[in-house]
């Protein structure tokens, strides 16, 4: 990806078009380090973003002056960097604009660039690459290019998985995109059920972080601090009723398919019940809970899923005196 924006371009290499990578014959006659394919592509890129950035890039693009000492180019090194943060910001919000006002075409070389910047700056795994993989995945869903959509949706699905420092706001927006991309497919069945998979594991592991942390907060001495540890999904009312919606979508298609896959169909149980318990709707998440648990022992599935399920089923009961006792007797029950 270096290879994109190089900082100075070495005699020899290859020009590459700005919008598509593809060789490069013309350059920008303003700035003079930037370079298309065709005119067509440096019109798209003119109206998107390059008109604002234009200028910004050329210290970015010429090779680097020379410094006297070790201090001048730790100096220069650090400018360079705060540039290519300002235009990973700049680029970004261009882009966020353009989707707001429903210009998907226009904010697709913004949000590129500001990928592309995030790229150079982070390097391929860092987590901060996902806002952009999503502006791109909601731009791609905005111009009815699913597959491409799926792809950057994936993209960031991955670098969410992998990174453990991954801010509630990034995984709401992963959320929201995923939601977004599953309503543009609703109408392609095989692709309905391998998304809901990606979607029931995404949401599954986000969940589960919070109820991991409550259950590791009741096994502390200060059992009766942690039973007031409040309910939270890290999401705010829409996204809440959005995950509803999205998830019991995927639970009723799920049943109904039942037989393929049945531990797909424990996981989006369990899912769904963190989701409810999380929003203090115990009843519910006890029904579906206690659903998952016994298609679990039914099938003979995996002990430590068993034992997981079991402890979802404590956590819900301790918040609720009257299930308390059901649950405790249906616990007895499978020993
Ligand atoms: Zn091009
Ligand atoms: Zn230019």
Redesign the pocket.
């Known amino acids: 990806m270096n290879e994109v924006y190089p900082l100075a371009v070495p005699k020899g290499r290859k020009l590459r ?6 060789p ?1 014959e013309r350059v920008c006659g303003a700035c003079t380090v930037t370079y ?3 005119v ?2 440096q019109r798209a890129d003119w109206a998107s973003i390059h008109e604002k950035i234009c200028q910004l890039l050329i210290p970015l693009r010429t090779t680097m002056p020379f410094y006297n000492s070790e201090e001048e180019r730790r100096h220069g090194r650090e400018q360079l960097l705060q540039r290519q943060k300002h235009l990973i910001e700049l680029c970004y919000k261009v882009a966020q604009k353009y989707l707001f006002e429903g210009k998907h075409e226009e904010s697709v070389p913004a949000a590129l660039h500001s990928l592309r910047f995030r790229i150079n700056v982070y390097g391929l795994n860092s987590v901060q690459l996902v806002p952009a993989y999503l502006l791109l995945a909601e731009a791609s869903i905005g111009l009815g290019h699913v597959v491409q959509a799926e792809e950057y949706l994936s993209q960031a699905q991955w670098t969410v998985l992998k990174s453990s420092d991954c801010t509630d706001e990034i995984h709401s927006l992963l959320h929201r995109n995923l939601g977004l991309l599953y309503t543009a497919k609703e109408n392609y069945k095989e692709a309905r059920f391998h998304l809901a998979n990606d979607v029931t594991d995404i949401w599954h592991a986000f969940l589960d972080q919070h109820i991991q942390r409550q259950l590791h907060a009741r096994k502390k001495p200060l059992d009766i601090l942690a039973k007031e540890m409040e309910n939270d999904t890290g999401l705010d009312e829409p996204q809440e009723a959005e995950a509803v919606h999205i998830l019991g979508t995927i639970l009723e298609f799920r049943e109904h398919t039942a037989k393929e896959k049945p531990e797909m169909t424990i996981k989006i149980l369990k899912t769904v019940a963190m989701l409810h318990y999380l929003m203090m709707n115990l009843s519910k998440a006890h029904e579906l809970a206690q659903k998952a648990y016994l298609l679990s022992k039914e099938l003979h599935y995996k002990e430590e899923e068993c034992a997981a399920l079991q402890d979802l089923l404590d956590l819900i009961a301790s918040k609720n005196p009257v299930t308390w006792k059901a649950s405790k007797f249906f616990n007895n029950q499978s020993h």
């Open positions: 078009c700005e919008v598509c990578e593809a490069a298309y394919c065709d067509a592509h």
